[in-house]
Nanobody
Framework: QVQLVESGGGLVWPGGSLRLSCTAS????????MAWYRQAPGREREFVAL???????NYADSVKDRFTMSRGNAKIPVYLQMNNLKPEDTAVYYC?????????????WGQGTQVTVSS
């Protein structure tokens, strides 16, 4: 089991920045990958960014060059720096951890943090 808690969301003007943090109950070294997803009202949850235990990072095209995912320390293993925010970035942002157990990938989710971009 992995418990995840997101923080750092809020209300920001278009063009502004926020940094999201995700704390985990287990060391990131025991987690195969961590990711950020988001879900806007009335829309499906969508992929934002992912970092593997080896340090490889992938981004959705919609956030590339604006968002940066990074690894922190054992207590706060991942961050999501969001710059040049747009109204369409408004969503609940979720932290995701993927733990490989044999041939099964177990997914764990946080409760989400609201990001609102509005003037």
């Amino acid at each position: 089991q992995v418990q995840l808690v997101e923080s750092g969301g809020g209300l920001v003007w278009p063009g502004g920045s926020l940094r999201l943090s995700c704390t985990a109950s287990r060391s990131i070294d025991s987690i195969n990958a961590m990711a950020w997803y988001r879900q806007a009202p009335g829309r499906e949850r969508e992929f934002v960014a992912l970092i593997t235990s080896g340090g490889s990072i992938n981004y959705a095209d919609s956030v590339k060059d604006r968002f940066t995912m990074s690894r922190g320390n054992a207590k706060i293993p991942v961050y999501l720096q969001m710059n040049n925010l747009k109204p369409e970035d408004t969503a609940v942002y979720y932290c995701n951890a993927r733990v490989l157990s044999g041939l099964t990938v177990n997914n764990y989710w946080g409760q989400g943090t609201q990001v609102t971009v509005s003037s």
